[in-house]
């Protein structure tokens, strides 16, 4: 297996043999140790400006490559993440605070993004259509939108990343992507790597780690034609107003406060085990996590029950220590954050079962009963490992409670009665919904987004990236008569 040195890859790497970092450095600091992973150049609009230029220059050339060619680019980037992907994944643990097999998982995406965008280049890229003169074809064929902004957030930092860049580049668009600085190295330098090694023209992906400021200078950029943000819906919507007012498509996956909705007849083990899963997973990290419990109050107390004894055997610790299942937050501050939404939770009636203390980044895993529809822990996103407990008597009412939130990406539903569940999910307001499974689910083949504050209804995965990574042409041909 080939090795991957981070010693060079120092995290301000863009293709065609520069380096960005005209905004300084800054240390990327692992939240398990607080060791120095290392050293990350900061883009600034100067450097965003150069990478744009060249990589619009890059796109043309890159756009008239065959179909063939393209596809062995992405397959072979596959090939490579493949040979490096241990070094991958101790990455992923030591920046992201990744369990282990996180990290693996988070790898396997990743390489499963890849080989479905190659599969996109022998989709239809179009479709024939009548004119009213028959000597005349009427063709409506995809084209490239240009050069794609992608700004990847820290959480799942290579998948991510990777979700929006496989697929633009596949269809023959060049790329910007700006992971954050704080996952530099498993966001965006991995990407470089791995599409130098599979023979990607120079120039036509760029790689600018950075914050806000170099995220809007992407955004803003003359050179880019359309923008992929995943990350917060605060954030989301400065990049949707921005992008707006330059008349530039974007395609925005953002926050959301998931409901898990646990109907009386549900096998309650398997609920319980899964409620527990979608919320501690990465540490509540993920924004398809489960953000609210709403279960039956005949077997509410049951439930809460079987979520405290599931977050009792969680071992909090490093994630590269063995026996470790919950690993850190990404920062100090993300953890004070989560508290402070507990701390309000408790003010507003809520009763801790579990949990609810932190050291440094470290959050215990934490179940609260009594949240009400107004309770702060109700109302927010929390990306913490915090299980909000809220009772219902009805059906109508669990329905209210679930679509009382701006947001709209994820549910779940739990009931023996499958019909039962699949009449519910359609009054449901979530671009995704499983029955009796977790709210974390996706795949590379699948429609994933979803509606108001969770996003602008644009979909990543399998034919659906053809919406979102190309445009339109309507071109007439007259037939020799």
Known sequence: MARWDLSEADGRICSGGWRAGGGGTQPVVSPGDGGKVGLAGLADQHDVERAGARAAQAQAEWSRASYRERAG???????????????????????????????????????????????????????????????TLGLARRIPVGVVGVIAPWN????????????????????????????????????AHIFGQAGLPEGVLHVLPGGAATGEAVVRSPHTNAISFTGSSAAGRRVGEIAGGLLKRVVLELGGNNAFIVLADADLDRAA?????????????????????????SIAGEYVARLKAAAEKLRLGDP?????????????????????????????????????????AFYQPTVLDGVTADNAAFRSEIFGPVAPVTRFSTEEEALELANATEYGLSAAIHSRDVARALGFASRLRAGMVALNGQTIYDAAHIPMGGLGASGNGGRHGGHWNLDEFTCWQWVTVPTIR
């Open 73 to 135: 680019v992405l397959t072979r980037a596959a090939d490579a993440l493949r040979d490096i992907r241990a070094d991958v994944e101790d990455v992923l643990v030591r920046e992201s605070g990744s369990l282990p097999a996180k990290a693996k998982h988070e790898v396997d995406k990743a390489i499963d993004e890849l080989i479905a965008a190659a599969g996109l280049v022998t989709m239809s890229q179009g479709d024939l259509l009548p004119v009213e003169d028959p000597a």
């Open 156 to 191: 799942a930092p290579l998948m991510l990343a990777m979700r929006s860049v496989a697929p633009a580049l596949a269809l023959g668009n060049a790329v910007l992507v700006k992971p954050d600085v704080k996952t530099a190295f498993s966001g965006g330098a991995v990407l």
């Open 273 to 297: 085990a899964g409620g527990a899963g979608g919320t501690f997973r990465h540490q509540g990290q993920i924004c398809m996590a489960t953000g609210r419990h709403l279960v039956h109050e």
């Open 320 to 360: 590269k220590a063995p026996g470790t299942t919950l690993g850190p937050l990404i920062t100090t501050a993300q953890a004070e954050r989560v508290h402070g939404i507990v701390e309000a939770a408790v003010a507003d009636g809520a009763r801790v079962v579990h949990g609810a203390t932190h050291d440094g």
